[in-house]
């Protein structure tokens, strides 16, 4: 048995002051040496800033909404379909607002200790290494858990005290609350046409967030996207919207998801260098959505029409 005030008692009452003594001694410990470097800050949080302006193109009022969301660190749910933008327009809001954006791919095998840390094994021993999230709630950063639904619900509520007026994040397993940075925000996405009984947020969850609905942007301004990210003219990025169009109004008709804007850009980025509009659709576009050979052929007789 280790020889600390954690384990000679079990008194609940005791514990908090043995606790209390420690904290107070190693406030005082820590307040005996010089300060801290803020360089070293720095060179945590450097690799996880946006360094040139993404491209996104507004298509209604979400950036004036984010930046007042923003203001009073109130955490964000965008939702909306796959490769409509909801990514973009998390790394371009952090650029815009000059913070680092920290981005955590969520998926069913993702635990909480994942997201807040763990100790580690090395040549000296053992040592504490923090998780994404508890990177970005320490020194201040805008923490993005992309898709979140696909990570288990009991991983998903190790978020919840940083999402109320508390903003702490409990690292049990070391014993110590972290109290979140005043530049920290948490933003979480999904895509609402995946839900399912199994795979669905909280209310508990959902009600810590304010939410903005992402969508398909209209003809026009999706052709400028494609055109400006893919390298195409503007006339063959009309046709690949199109083309996105005609098969979105198959949703639920043979087809699972509509063609998102980001495999238009894929398409389009084919034809720009140099490869046939037909092939470059066929391999973008129909191919990897459907292996039904019907539906196959229904895509390609939408791509035909434009090319």
Known sequence: MRNDPFMRTYSPRQE??????????????????????????????AAYLVKGEPY????????????????VRMPIMLKGPTGCGKTRFVEYMAWKLGKPLIT??????????????RFLLDANGTRWQDGPLAVAARHGAICYLDEVVEARQDTTVVIHPLTDARRVLPLEKKGELIE??????????????????MKDLKQSTKQRFGALDFNYP?????????????????????????????????KGHGLDEGLSTRMLIYAGSLIAKGVAPLAACRVALVR???????????LDSAVTTYF
Do not use: W
């Open 218 to 250: 209209e003809h026009d301004v999706e052709a400028e996207i494609v055109a400006h990210e893919s390298g195409v003219t503007l006339e063959v990025a009309k046709n690949l919207v199109h083309i996105g169009e005609r098969a979105r109004n198959l």
């Open 16 to 45: 908090a002051l043995a606790r209390a003594a420690s904290q107070q001694a190693a406030s005082a410990a820590a307040a005996s040496r010089p300060a801290a470097n803020t360089g070293a800050v720095a060179d945590v949080l």
């Open 56 to 71: 996104y193109r507004p298509v209604a009022d979400e950036v004036e909404l984010y930046e007042a969301a923003y203001s």
């Open 288 to 298: 990897p959505i459907t292996d039904d050979p019907d539906m196959r052929d229904a």
């Open 104 to 117: 955590v791919a969520c998926n069913e095998d993702m635990t909480a200790s994942d997201l807040v840390g």
């Open 180 to 197: 979140a940075h005043p530049d920290f925000q948490i933003v979480i996405s999904y895509n609402p046409g995946y839900q399912s009984l």
